[in-house]
Nanobody
Framework: QVQLSESGGRLVQAGDSLRLSCAAS????????MGWFRQAPGKEREFLAA????????FYGDSVKGRFIISRDNSKKMAYLQMNSLKPEDTAVYYC?????????????????WGQGTQVTVSS
Protein backbone atom coordinates (compact mmCIF):
# COMPACT_ATOMS: atom_id res chain seq x y z
CA GLN A 1 0.00 0.00 0.00
CA VAL A 2 1.12 3.57 -0.60
CA GLN A 3 -0.01 6.98 0.60
CA LEU A 4 0.42 10.00 -1.63
CA SER A 5 0.63 13.71 -0.93
CA GLU A 6 0.86 16.41 -3.58
CA SER A 7 2.41 19.82 -3.13
CA GLY A 8 3.49 22.81 -5.17
CA GLY A 9 0.19 24.14 -6.42
CA ARG A 10 -0.35 27.89 -6.31
CA LEU A 11 -1.52 30.92 -8.23
CA VAL A 12 0.61 31.72 -11.28
CA GLN A 13 0.30 33.83 -14.42
CA ALA A 14 -0.23 32.58 -17.94
CA GLY A 15 3.08 31.55 -19.48
CA ASP A 16 4.68 30.68 -16.14
CA SER A 17 6.15 27.32 -15.18
CA LEU A 18 5.38 25.31 -12.06
CA ARG A 19 6.57 21.99 -10.67
CA LEU A 20 4.26 19.78 -8.68
CA SER A 21 5.62 17.16 -6.33
CA CYS A 22 4.08 13.94 -5.10
CA ALA A 23 5.55 12.37 -1.97
CA ALA A 24 4.87 8.70 -1.36
CA SER A 25 5.09 6.48 1.66
CA UNK A 26 5.31 2.71 1.63
CA UNK A 27 7.87 0.20 0.45
CA UNK A 28 6.22 -0.60 -2.89
CA UNK A 29 6.54 2.84 -4.50
CA UNK A 30 9.30 1.81 -6.90
CA UNK A 31 7.15 -1.00 -8.29
CA UNK A 32 4.16 1.21 -9.09
CA UNK A 33 3.48 3.30 -12.15
CA MET A 34 2.63 6.89 -11.32
CA GLY A 35 0.15 9.17 -13.01
CA TRP A 36 -1.01 12.75 -12.84
CA PHE A 37 -4.60 13.81 -13.37
CA ARG A 38 -6.51 17.04 -12.92
CA GLN A 39 -10.08 18.04 -12.38
CA ALA A 40 -11.59 21.45 -13.01
CA PRO A 41 -14.96 22.49 -11.56
CA GLY A 42 -17.82 20.91 -13.46
CA LYS A 43 -15.50 18.75 -15.55
CA GLU A 44 -14.43 15.12 -15.50
CA ARG A 45 -11.07 14.05 -14.18
CA GLU A 46 -8.53 14.35 -17.00
CA PHE A 47 -5.45 12.22 -17.59
CA LEU A 48 -2.26 14.25 -17.93
CA ALA A 49 0.77 12.00 -17.75
CA ALA A 50 2.04 8.62 -16.59
CA UNK A 51 5.45 7.09 -15.95
CA UNK A 52 6.20 3.42 -15.59
CA UNK A 53 7.82 1.93 -12.49
CA UNK A 54 11.39 2.31 -13.77
CA UNK A 55 10.94 5.78 -15.22
CA UNK A 56 12.05 4.61 -18.66
CA UNK A 57 8.75 5.22 -20.40
CA UNK A 58 6.30 8.09 -20.16
CA PHE A 59 3.15 9.07 -21.98
CA TYR A 60 0.92 12.12 -21.98
CA GLY A 61 -2.56 13.39 -22.58
CA ASP A 62 -3.03 15.40 -25.76
CA SER A 63 -3.83 18.63 -23.94
CA VAL A 64 -0.45 18.77 -22.19
CA LYS A 65 1.88 16.93 -24.57
CA GLY A 66 4.93 19.06 -25.23
CA ARG A 67 4.27 21.35 -22.24
CA PHE A 68 4.28 19.03 -19.22
CA ILE A 69 6.95 16.56 -18.16
CA ILE A 70 6.51 13.72 -15.69
CA SER A 71 9.43 12.28 -13.78
CA ARG A 72 10.16 10.23 -10.69
CA ASP A 73 12.91 9.56 -8.20
CA ASN A 74 12.45 6.12 -6.68
CA SER A 75 15.25 6.65 -4.18
CA LYS A 76 13.29 9.58 -2.71
CA LYS A 77 9.84 8.07 -3.30
CA MET A 78 8.87 11.15 -5.27
CA ALA A 79 7.05 11.88 -8.51
CA TYR A 80 7.00 15.23 -10.25
CA LEU A 81 5.06 17.10 -12.87
CA GLN A 82 6.89 19.96 -14.53
CA MET A 83 4.36 22.28 -16.13
CA ASN A 84 5.49 24.86 -18.66
CA SER A 85 3.70 27.53 -20.70
CA LEU A 86 0.74 27.42 -18.35
CA LYS A 87 -2.63 28.60 -19.63
CA PRO A 88 -5.76 29.72 -17.78
CA GLU A 89 -7.43 26.49 -18.93
CA ASP A 90 -4.86 24.56 -16.88
CA THR A 91 -6.58 25.79 -13.73
CA ALA A 92 -7.70 22.73 -11.76
CA VAL A 93 -7.00 20.52 -8.78
CA TYR A 94 -4.07 18.27 -9.65
CA TYR A 95 -3.80 14.72 -8.34
CA CYS A 96 -1.06 12.13 -8.37
CA UNK A 97 -1.98 8.47 -8.37
CA UNK A 98 -0.26 5.10 -8.12
CA UNK A 99 -0.95 2.09 -10.34
CA UNK A 100 0.15 -1.28 -8.96
CA UNK A 101 0.26 -2.75 -12.48
CA UNK A 102 3.55 -0.84 -12.87
CA UNK A 103 2.96 0.10 -16.51
CA UNK A 104 0.62 3.07 -16.14
CA UNK A 105 -2.63 3.92 -17.84
CA UNK A 106 -4.71 6.81 -19.14
CA UNK A 107 -7.68 5.56 -17.17
CA UNK A 108 -8.30 6.71 -13.62
CA UNK A 109 -9.86 3.38 -12.67
CA UNK A 110 -6.47 1.70 -13.10
CA UNK A 111 -4.97 3.68 -10.25
CA UNK A 112 -5.55 2.30 -6.78
CA UNK A 113 -4.07 5.09 -4.67
CA TRP A 114 -4.66 8.83 -4.86
CA GLY A 115 -3.41 11.94 -3.15
CA GLN A 116 -5.66 14.67 -1.81
CA GLY A 117 -4.89 17.07 -4.64
CA THR A 118 -3.23 20.46 -4.96
CA GLN A 119 -4.83 23.55 -6.49
CA VAL A 120 -3.24 25.21 -9.49
CA THR A 121 -4.71 28.50 -10.63
CA VAL A 122 -3.46 30.24 -13.77
CA SER A 123 -4.46 33.86 -14.23
CA SER A 124 -4.63 35.51 -17.63
Amino acid sequence: QVQLSESGGRLVQAGDSLRLSCAASGRMFSSYAMGWFRQAPGKEREFLAAIIWSGENTFYGDSVKGRFIISRDNSKKMAYLQMNSLKPEDTAVYYCAADPSAMGSRYATTYHYWGQGTQVTVSS
